[in-house]
């Protein structure tokens, strides 16, 4: 290859996930605070209504945000880019509308069927979630114009400013759940408005018939959207519901925190970028050896983590949300070791979807990760409590990566299997070890070495990777 397209795909999404992490960061700061100010009982009251905003309003934005941003490249002149952008505002409008209304008199007349958090925010939690809906859309628009950086900047000045206020709030003596929600509730609505003014000269009134299939993969990505709200907000409310505890949740959502801000910030930024790259006309040819290469390294790299994280979790939970979430530890510590399976499957959805096959993913997703996952823990909650959640997204997680990668066999002969195969053993192996020997570092050292030995990584990956960031010319045949 005249030019070194690995490492370019290297450093444009590195520049990208760190642009995000460095927003990421504060918020993980600052939430530090909040959960060691509001304490096991107001946090888990907040976990609830936030995981519920933060899930319930991407579905409100039917899918528009991966479809904006896989379509709106692919239009020659602005006039499309305008109409498909319309066509997204005026559906989330009217599902917005038709959502608050339902919500609203749901309360009203259904109160027995909300939990109280929900209850004493209703008309926030309605509007929040909507405002949610509209920023996906902002966001998959942005992206689609190339301006991935600009949006990141505004949405973590979002985020944090929104957070520092209502850490402000807490501190000063304000010490409630929804002091944080109306606090980036407020700041949300100021930065809507700018965010519509920015972009006022794409809004057309008169934006034309729909097209099929935009239409087609925007319905199957809103199924997507509703399997992961079940799949991450179920054990929530079935912890609330069958414990009647809010404390259960604290213990649950403090002990899930670092790991799903690990993800957030190194995991879920990458299907992104890698989605432009895997329809990119340069470079799409190449996906399937991107895929198996990205797949081998970030399996390597957060197996590595999650045996840090699992090691050193006595002391992590303490020093940061204190010895009141000491329950938290053993959810910490074993929820970790889903970080390098979330890393294989977050590139195998962008693949799916450059195949124009989102729904075969998202369909064994919902079988596995919705109805398995909640299935057992209803099961196992009433006798594991809070840690039930762990043991059921651990043995779903496995059985989905594995149906998912003996599907890409079947479809594109990629042998994802075997890396897979080989990581749950090694984890398992590096774990068990240590826990017999009770040599803190030991684990990770059998790890690391497990997977030298075996040569599931080589030194030609290893060559690889230091030329993605030396930013060397690779061999195409890499």
Same mark, same amino acid.
Request: hydrophobic share 55%.
């Given at each position: 290859?005249?030019h070194?397209?690995?490492?370019q795909?290297?450093?444009?999404?590195?520049?990208?996930?760190l642009?995000?992490?460095?927003?990421?960061?504060?918020?993980?700061?600052?939430?530090?605070f909040i959960?060691?100010?509001?304490g096991?009982?107001?946090?888990g %009251?907040?976990?609830?209504?936030?995981?519920?905003?933060?899930?319930v309003?991407?579905?409100?934005?039917?899918?528009?945000?991966?479809?904006?941003a896989?379509?709106?490249?692919?239009?020659?002149?602005n006039?499309? %880019?305008?109409?498909l952008?319309?066509?997204?505002?005026a559906? @989330?409008?009217?599902?917005?509308?038709?959502?608050f209304?339902?919500?609203?008199?749901?309360v009203k007349f259904?109160?027995?069927?909300f939990?109280?958090e929900?209850?004493?925010i209703?008309l926030i939690?309605?509007l929040?979630?909507?405002?949610?809906?509209f920023?996906?859309?902002?966001?998959g628009?942005?992206?689609g114009?190339?301006?991935?950086?600009?949006?990141v900047?505004?949405?973590?000045?979002?985020?944090?400013?929104?957070?520092?206020?209502?850490?402000?709030?807490?501190?000063?003596?304000?010490?409630?759940?929804?002091?944080?929600i109306?606090?980036?509730?407020?700041?949300?609505?100021a930065?809507?408005?700018?965010?519509?003014?920015?972009?006022?000269?794409?809004?057309?009134?008169?934006?034309?018939?729909?097209?099929?299939?935009?239409?087609?993969f925007?319905?199957?990505l809103?199924?997507?959207?509703?399997?992961?709200?079940?799949?991450?907000?179920?054990d929530?409310?079935m912890?609330r519901?069958?414990?009647?505890?809010?404390?259960?949740?604290?213990?649950?959502?403090a002990?899930i925190?670092?790991?799903?801000?690990?993800?957030t910030?190194?995991?879920?930024?990458?299907?992104?970028?890698?989605?432009?790259?895997?329809?990119?006309?340069?470079?799409?040819?190449l996906?399937?050896?991107?895929?198996?290469?990205?797949?081998?390294i970030?399996?390597?790299l957060?197996?590595?983590?999650?045996?840090?994280?699992?090691?050193?979790?006595?002391?992590v939970?303490?020093?940061l949300?204190?010895?009141k979430?000491v329950?938290?530890?053993?959810?910490f510590?074993?929820?970790?070791?889903?970080?390098?399976?979330?890393?294989?499957?977050?590139?195998?959805?962008?693949?799916?979807?450059?195949q124009?096959?989102?729904?075969v993913y998202?369909?064994?997703h919902?079988?596995?990760?919705?109805?398995?996952?909640?299935?057992?823990?209803?099961?196992?909650?009433p006798?594991? %409590?809070f840690f039930?959640?762990?043991?059921?997204?651990?043995?779903?997680?496995?059985?989905?990566?594995?149906i998912?990668?003996?599907d890409c066999?079947r479809?594109? %002969?990629?042998?994802l299997?075997?890396?897979?195969?080989?990581?749950v053993?090694?984890?398992?192996?590096?774990?068990?070890?240590?826990?017999m020997i009770?040599?803190?570092?030991?684990?990770?050292l059998?790890? @690391?070495?497990?997977?030298?030995?075996s040569?599931?990584i080589?030194?030609?990956?290893?060559?690889?990777?230091?030329?993605?960031?030396?930013?060397?010319?690779?061999?195409?045949?890499?």
């Amino acid at each position: 290859m005249s030019h070194n397209i690995y490492s370019q795909i290297f450093y444009s999404t590195t520049k990208y996930v760190l642009l995000r992490n460095f927003f990421m960061v504060i918020t993980g700061v600052i939430s530090i605070f909040i959960v060691r100010l509001l304490g096991p009982q107001e946090y888990g %009251k907040y976990s609830l209504v936030w995981q519920l905003i933060s899930t319930v309003g991407p579905i409100l934005s039917l899918g528009w945000l991966t479809t904006l941003a896989k379509f709106v490249p692919e239009k020659v002149n602005n006039e499309e %880019k305008s109409k498909l952008f319309s066509q997204s505002l005026a559906s @989330v409008l009217i599902v917005g509308v038709m959502f608050f209304l339902i919500i609203n008199l749901s309360v009203k007349f259904f109160p027995q069927i909300f939990p109280v958090e929900i209850k004493e925010i209703v008309l926030i939690f309605s509007l929040f979630n909507i405002f949610v809906a509209f920023f996906n859309i902002f966001e998959g628009f942005w992206r689609g114009l190339g301006k991935f950086n600009e949006f990141v900047i505004i949405d973590g000045l979002r985020s944090n400013i929104g957070n520092i206020l209502g850490l402000g709030l807490v501190i000063y003596g304000f010490i409630s759940y929804t002091t944080i929600i109306r606090s980036n509730f407020f700041v949300s609505i100021a930065f809507l408005v700018f965010l519509f003014f920015s972009v006022k000269k794409y809004i057309l009134y008169n934006f034309g018939n729909f097209d099929r299939q935009v239409i087609i993969f925007c319905l199957s990505l809103l199924f997507g959207q509703v399997a992961y709200m079940l799949s991450t907000n179920l054990d929530l409310l079935m912890l609330r519901g069958i414990l009647k505890d809010p404390q259960q949740v604290g213990y649950y959502t403090a002990g899930i925190r670092i790991p799903r801000m690990i993800e957030t910030m190194f995991i879920s930024q990458l299907p992104a970028p890698m989605l432009y790259y895997f329809n990119s006309t340069q470079t799409s040819y190449l996906k399937e050896k991107i895929l198996s290469f990205g797949c081998k390294i970030l399996g390597f790299l957060f197996g590595a983590i999650s045996v840090v994280c699992f090691t050193f979790a006595d002391y992590v939970i303490p020093f940061l949300f204190g010895d009141k979430f000491v329950y938290s530890v053993n959810v910490f510590r074993f929820f970790s070791l889903s970080l390098p399976i979330l890393a294989i499957l977050i590139l195998i959805s962008p693949f799916y979807a450059s195949q124009n096959k989102p729904y075969v993913y998202i369909i064994i997703h919902f079988f596995i990760m919705v109805l398995l996952y909640n299935l057992m823990n209803m099961f196992l909650i009433p006798k594991y %409590k809070f840690f039930a959640p762990v043991i059921s997204y651990l043995v779903a997680l496995v059985i989905f990566a594995t149906i998912i990668s003996i599907d890409c066999y079947r479809r594109y %002969k990629l042998n994802l299997l075997r890396g897979l195969t080989t990581l749950v053993v090694f984890l398992s192996f590096s774990i068990i070890l240590e826990k017999m020997i009770n040599i803190p570092i030991l684990s990770f050292l059998t790890f @690391v070495f497990s997977y030298f030995l075996s040569k599931t990584i080589s030194i030609k990956d290893l060559i690889t990777f230091k030329s993605m960031l030396m930013k060397e010319k690779i061999d195409e045949n890499t």
